[in-house]
Every structure is written in C-alpha cells, then in structure tokens.
C-alpha cells in the first residue's frame, strides 16, 4: 500500500555537450550554444553523418583513478562522475553515513544501448585474435546496468540498484521507479538517471542505417532543429544526468537544500511501431494526462514543458498533436522547448538531463529555448520558445521522454513549499 510520502530533488548533476557541470550547462542553455560540431574523436569519412554533440573536455581522472576509469566503458565513467558531484551538490558524504543509512539509499541508472564501443571493440578481437584474447572485462563492462553496479560499490548504498532500459525513455523510468520506491517507503533516498556513450562509428553508422539522424554536414551547428520545418533527424548526443531523490523528511532533517518536488509521474506504450511513434501521439497524451491524474492537478497548472523534441519530422508532430489534445485552450499559453536542439540527443540520458533542465526553468523562472529555428511548420504552431530564452514565473514543469518500441514517460517538477 502506497505511503505517500512526499519525494524532493536535494542534488542535481550533469555531464552535457555543452556543460560538465549544472552551472555551466544552464548558462550555455541561456545563451543558446549549440553543442554540435564535426566529430573529432574518430574518423568519419565512411559515415553519411560526420557530426554529433561530443561530450567535450571530460576527463575519466578528475572522478576515478586511471585504473578504474581503464576497466569501464565510457557510461560508465560518466555514471560515476555524475554519481560524485551528485553526492557533493546533495551535501551528502557517504564516508559519515551509518551502515542503516547506506541500507535505505539506492541506485536506478541506465542507459539505452550501454557500452556498445566496448562490444564492438571485443567482437574485432574475437575475429581477428580469437575468443581467449577477450578481455575478462568485457561482459561487465558492457551490460547497461553495470553502471548502476558501480555506482553502488563505489559508496556502500545497499537498497536496490539497477537499470530500467527503454531507449531514449530509460533516464525518466529510472527516476520514474525511484519516485515509487521513495512514495512507498521502499527507500529513503535514490541516485537516479542515465548515462550514454554512442558517439562511435557503429553507433552514428546504426542510426544511418535507420534514417534517423540529420545529414546537415555542413552546418553541423544547426542541424538539431526541433520543430523547424527543415528538421532532417536528430544529432547524437553523449554524457549523463542524475538526481539526488530523497523523502522529504529525511531532507528536513539534514537540511538540506530542496530544488523542487516530484510531485506527478506517468507511463504508457504506443503499442504502434518499433521506431515511428504513434501518428497522433495517442501513448504520449495517455503518459501526460496520467502524470497530471499523479500529481493530482490540472492541465491549466502546468506552465512549462520540456518535450522530447528530437527534431524527426513524425515525432515533433505527434508530441505537439498531443500536447493540443490534452491541454486544449491552455496548449497556446503553456511554453514549451526542446533543448536537445543544444544538447542533441542523449538517448538513455536525455530524461535525466532535460529534467534538470526543468527543474532549473523552475528555481530561475526562465524558460529556455528551442534553438535554430528558421522556418515556420504549419503543424507546429504552439509556443516552442525559439531562439531566445524567456522569462516567466514556472511554479509546475512536465518533462516528456520517449523511446522506440512505443515507450513514453512523463515526469512533473513544482517549485518547493511547505
């Protein structure tokens, strides 16, 4: 039976394309800085896609020791880096928590693909070498929950860790699971998010081959463009976001800083299609109108939206007929964007990192913006907030994650009170 206890964000942490930290990733959001640009950590000239939003600057060391950083794959190094300045921003030293508190902290990170540079790298010796010359390393370097695993062992938290895995949905269920575990008292805090790491010649060759990804060579810095009429897919992303969940009375008593409350939750499947989403975004109303039933409010509260927006030509267009159907009148009045159009897409970590965006919309009362934007969509006619950051109070924000294989999640942040 649900306790219904009241669930608060006390930590935040991101690793972004445009930002290895909270700070400088809502700055450059305020500017408007796109994070895409030609690829420069592998050779692309056999891709139809050259570009991508490349995690830049990050170095494994400043989290972990070389060795350490040698026997994991790249989400992995992001999920620990995430899973420190998470700790830290928190307030929260493992190293002073008594054995019963380490047993009531969890860990519910995933990612979508997980280590698949690891996998390939491992597949071309077993060709080339033979299978004894597989790194004993490799199986868990690469499974996606691995990282959660590591999280865990890193710091002693005893509840459950593990992944959920739903593609480009998989951060907002991981906070989505968090949330339930908190609610029924399972736990009293949780690290929660994604991390991914497909910026490689197999992962930018995969989404080729599935005509998703923009082919904008030769204005890489322009290429996300959601909701923009001359949107030709989106750009690959890499890096990581968490959030420190905690029960409100645990918070109090420590007290600690409190960002905003989780206060709504919401899941659905658009039973349609392994990659296009459903034509009139039937899965995506059912999530947000279920998230609202969650949380206990109305459409007409919500002030804000940060959509999945990934800058495909099906899917922005069923987001926003969804959007029109659940909201109605109010549609026109909330603002929505999509800041993938700076981070790109981040698979696994995009929830995770664009509900630290909504968070943030919430304690600076700014929304940012859909960058790029050019030419009008007839079929996009809402409130995207293109181009320029705005001001306006956010006391609610609903962040929108969805994936392929008909997976759609929606979360809801409101601004702290008693």
Not at 151 to 156: F, H
Not at 224 to 242: L, Q, T
Request: hydrophobic fraction near 40%.
């Amino acid at each position: 039976m649900l306790k219904n206890k009241r669930v608060v964000v006390t930590g935040m942490a991101a690793l972004t394309p445009i930002g290895l930290n909270i700070n400088d990733f809502w700055n450059s959001m305020m500017e408007g800085k796109s994070g895409s640009a030609v690829i420069t950590s592998f050779d692309t000239s056999r891709l139809d896609t050259k570009f991508a939003c490349e995690l830049k600057g990050f170095q494994a060391t400043n989290y972990m020791n070389k060795k350490t950083a040698h026997r994991l794959d790249k989400f992995s190094q992001y999920a620990l880096a995430v899973a420190k300045d998470v700790l830290q921003d928190a307030a929260i030293n493992p190293e002073n928590l008594s054995e019963d508190e380490k047993n009531n902290i969890g860990v519910i990170f995933g990612s979508g693909i997980g280590g698949i540079q690891t996998f390939y790298n491992q597949a071309v010796i077993n060709h080339t070498q033979g299978p004894d010359r597989i790194s004993p390393f490799f199986i868990p370097m690469m499974i996606p929950d691995i990282a959660a695993g590591q999280v865990s062992i890193q710091y002693g938290f005893r509840c459950p860790n593990y992944c959920a895995v739903s593609a480009c949905a998989t951060a907002n269920n991981c906070i989505i699971d968090s949330y339930l575990m908190i609610r029924n008292g399972m736990a009293t805090a949780m690290l929660c998010g994604g991390g991914e790491a497909s910026v490689c010649e197999i992962g930018i060759g995969g989404f080729n081959a599935s005509k998703a990804l923009s082919t904008r060579n030769d204005s890489p810095e322009t290429a996300s463009r959601p909701f923009d009429k001359n949107r030709d897919g989106f750009v690959m992303g890499e890096g990581a976001g968490m959030l420190y969940l905690e029960d409100l009375e645990s918070a109090k008593a420590r007290g600690a800083r409190i960002y905003a409350e989780l206060i709504g939750v919401g899941l659905s499947a658009d039973a349609y299609h392994i990659t296009a989403p459903e034509p009139e975004g039937k899965g995506a109303k059912l999530a947000m109108a279920r998230a609202m039933k969650n949380a206990e409010i109305n459409p007409e509260q919500i002030d804000y939206i940060n959509v999945h927006g990934t800058s495909t030509g099906l899917g922005d267009i069923a987001e926003t007929n969804a959007i029109k159907v659940i909201f109605g009148e109010h549609a026109y009045k909330l603002n929505i964007s999509s800041t993938k159009s700076m981070t790109g897409h981040l698979l696994g970590a995009a929830g995770a990192v664009e509900a630290i965006a909504s968070i943030l919309a919430t304690v600076n009362d700014i929304i940012p913006p859909t960058i790029n934007f050019e030419t009008p969509d007839p079929q996009c006619d809402l409130n995207y907030t293109f181009n320029k950051p705005q001001k306006r109070t956010v006391n609610i924000a609903m962040s929108n994650a969805f994936g392929f294989g008909g997976h759609n999640t929606s979360v809801i942040f409101k601004k702290f009170s008693e």
